[in-house]
């Protein structure tokens, strides 16, 4: 930490002195190849759009399909991240708290989701879940259809989101302090109010970021949901999914525009993440 | 810390810190079935589907030449993205962790920023740049230059989606380590290159490693960005996911399955290298992963 005083007494600069070597080049490769590969091609697309004139591109951006993808998009993703928040606010507490054979393995598999291409997520969900499938013939005798509806959306999200929030929740339930839930319950707090009035309300914070994750990963996925959707216009089609139909159409304005609306959500999850973890480490003391 | 010493073992634990034995199995129980029904009946459904018909008809599927092309242009495009980003990797983490300067936060940020855009988007944003009817495009199609529909769209595409993964992994972990080692090496004479690569190097190579194997394993399976820029010429630029995608819509389910087992294979892998890693030099890798 350098005191105000010392800092007040230097003059600005850019940076700190320092004896170690190479801050030239180290930052001028990062900026120039975050320049060319993530800064040049995102503005780009923001030009694009902003080139459509505004009422072109409210007119592209409130198309009744464009609007049906994207809530179905929104939509599905939301009730997944839900799904996620709570399966795995337990899974964690589980992984943490109590010991059962397998659990090392269990632990390492939460990350199957990151590690597996989605692609084969979405293969292997559809044929699982269709009327033929191991599950989905289990469900048809009862009325219900998963494959091919927007529920299976749903089923591929939980799918992709469930490490987010299990890996937000976890770290932070290790650290919490034992003598908490003594001090509860010795003041004679039941089990039940002990996990919801002291425990739960700590993993807030923590548990919010992981659904904010869990939704915007799930807002922007693609490989695994195409092949269990069904894909029909104003029931099942997501948002990313009509980018692309519109990039074979070579309606290049109407993906543009799908693009940037998408954009313009994420960069506000974004935003509402880092107000969530600002807010977690002046209430809580860890940024989640 | 949660374990410390002074904390009774779990058979002494008294009941009002835990839950009763019926709610802990009720409990576990959920958990597990979730787990069971989300992630591992899905990766079982793989490997039974890919070995439906027989070994035999497993390896025929994947002895076609097409699929074999798929693999070869699949371990090209992420031998080159890859050790891109890893060279991108530790020059940021090195700026970063190792200096303080202004814009570091947003530095930071824009760094992460591929994560939240959607892979369609990601290739989009190349298509845009490098189409027909962009200004770049017809310039470098003068010259001869495909970018899209070809190798390069490819890799460009890829870097963009594993951009963060190896800065993301060394910067909490350089940050952590400090400068005390490399001013020691400088003091004692040791030029700039010497010190990074008989200091610097040796104490995050695992956690190097670590953000590699992420990154590859995600440039290897990466489906939407690809897609939208490959055009889905096959036998020429198909990747292993989307010659997945190209199989299973011809009703291949077989072949479908067969490549996408060698693609589960490649997960399980580097979920278990992952894990190795984690439970070994847990010290070794940032801050962040240790559980």
């Known amino acids: ?288 | 810390m949660a374990h410390d010493a002074g904390y009774a073992p779990d058979t002494l634990v008294t009941a009002a810190t835990s839950e009763t034995r019926l709610s802990r199995v009720v409990l576990t129980i959920v958990a597990l079935g979730f787990v069971a029904l989300f992630l591992l009946l899905p990766l079982a459904t793989v490997f039974i589907e890919a070995f439906r018909k027989g070994a035999a008809e497993f390896f025929t599927a994947l002895g076609d030449p097409e699929t074999f092309a798929a693999i070869r242009l699949t371990l090209l495009v992420a031998g080159i993205a890859v050790p891109l980003n890893l060279v991108f990797g530790v020059a940021a983490a090195w700026a970063i962790a190792k200096f303080e300067f202004k814009g570091k936060a947003f530095l930071t940020t824009l760094i992460d920023l591929p994560f939240s855009v959607s892979p369609v988007i990601s290739g989009l944003v190349f298509v845009l740049l490098f189409s027909s009817h962009s200004l770049l495009g017809p310039i470098l199609q003068s010259y001869g230059i495909q970018i899209l529909f070809a190798v390069p769209g490819l890799v460009l595409a890829t870097v963009f989606v594993t951009f963060p993964f190896v800065a993301r992994e060394l910067i909490p972990l350089m940050q952590e380590q400090g400068t005390a080692d490399e001013e020691a090496a400088l003091s004692l004479g040791a030029t700039g290159w010497q010190t990074f690569w008989h200091v610097t190097l040796p104490n995050i190579k695992w956690g190097l490693l670590y953000g590699v194997l992420l990154c590859n394993a995600r440039a290897m399976g990466e489906f939407g960005a690809v897609s939208v820029v490959s055009g889905h010429i096959r036998g020429q630029t198909n990747t292993m996911p989307l010659q997945v995608e190209i199989l299973y819509n011809e009703y291949n389910f077989v072949a479908a399955f067969a490549v996408a087992a060698l693609l589960a294979l490649l997960a399980l892998v580097t979920l278990v290298l992952k894990t190795a890693l984690e439970l070994r030099y847990s010290d070794e890798i940032a801050a962040s992963r240790r559980h």
């Not at chain 1, 694009?48 to 464009?66: I, N």
């Not at chain 1, 302090?177 to 309300?201: C, H, M, N, W, Y």
């Open chain 1, 1 to 288: 930490m350098i005191s105000m005083a010392a800092r007040s007494s230097t003059r600005w600069r850019f940076r700190q002195p320092s004896v170690i070597p190479g801050f030239g080049l180290a930052l001028g490769v990062t900026l120039a190849w975050l320049t060319i590969i993530v800064l040049i091609p995102l503005s780009g697309l923001l030009w694009r759009s902003s080139g459509l004139g505004w009422s072109k591109f409210v007119e592209l951006a409130l198309d009744e399909r464009t609007v049906n993808a994207l809530t179905i998009s929104f939509g599905t993703a939301f009730i997944a991240a839900v799904v996620n928040l709570v399966f795995g606010v337990l899974l964690a507490w589980v992984l943490v708290r109590y010991r059962f054979p397998g659990k090392r393995v269990i632990d390492a598999m939460v990350d199957l989701p990151f590690a597996l291409p989605t692609a084969v997520a979405g293969i292997a969900l559809t044929t699982l879940y269709a009327p033929n499938g191991w599950i989905g013939s289990l469900l048809a005798p009862l009325g219900i259809k998963i494959a091919f509806t927007p529920a299976g959306i749903v089923v591929a999200l939980i799918f992709v989101g469930l490490p987010f929030v299990v890996r937000t929740v976890q770290p932070i339930m290790e650290e919490i302090d034992k003598e908490v839930e003594e001090a509860a319950a010795t003041l004679g707090a039941t089990r039940f109010q002990t996990i919801s009035r002291v425990l739960l309300p700590g993993l807030l914070p923590a548990g919010l970021t992981g659904f904010a994750l869990a939704f915007a990963r799930g807002v922007g996925e693609y490989g695994s949901v195409i092949f269990i959707a069904g894909n029909l216009p104003y029931v099942s089609e997501i948002a990313p999914l009509l980018i692309v139909i519109r990039l074979e159409e070579f309606n290049y304005p109407a993906a543009t525009a799908i693009a940037a609306v998408m954009l313009l959500l994420s960069f506000m999850m974004l935003l509402v993440i880092n107000v969530i973890q600002a807010w977690s480490r002046r209430r809580y003391g860890y940024g989640a």
